[in-house]
């Protein structure tokens, strides 16, 4: 869901968002190859989980707005990113667009969906 509350996607920059899209969780994917766009997601859990397609680029990730961590969006593999242990309460995951190939040839980050263990 896109929004600025709790569990909900805040997109910030040229987001593009595809519904109908089989093969992704609910048919639905936001893309965006444009440097500094950034996605954010405020959560109350303890760890948090990106899931993405098969054909981005690099994405910086970080958590309550701490040092980042380049994530490759073009992998094989559909889960992304495992935050660390996270204490409990509310915290905000920030995806941020880097513009950088990773081991394929496109240059967007593609967000799925976040699993958010309580």
């Known amino acids: ?8 996607f805040n997109y910030n920059g040229t987001w593009s968002h595809c ?3 089989a ?11 444009v440097t500094n766009d950034t996605v954010s997601l405020t959560f109350s859990g303890t760890r948090v989980k990106i899931y993405g397609n ?3 680029g690099i ?11 380049n994530v490759d969006f073009g992998t094989a593999t ?13 915290h905000t995951l920030t995806i941020r667009v880097t513009g950088n190939l990773g ?11 976040v699993e958010v263990t309580p």
């Open 78 to 90: 559909l889960l992304k990113w495992t935050s660390p242990a996270l204490s409990a309460g509310s």
């Open 59 to 69: 994405g910086a990730v970080s958590i309550d707005g701490g040092a980042e961590t």
């Open 19 to 21: 519904t109908g899209c």
């Open 1 to 8: 869901m896109r929004g600025s509350g709790q569990n909900q």
């Open 103 to 113: 081991v394929g040839t496109n240059r967007s980050v593609v967000l799925d969906y």
């Open 23 to 33: 093969g992704n969780y609910l048919n639905t994917v936001s893309y965006s190859n």
């Open 54 to 56: 098969t054909w981005g």
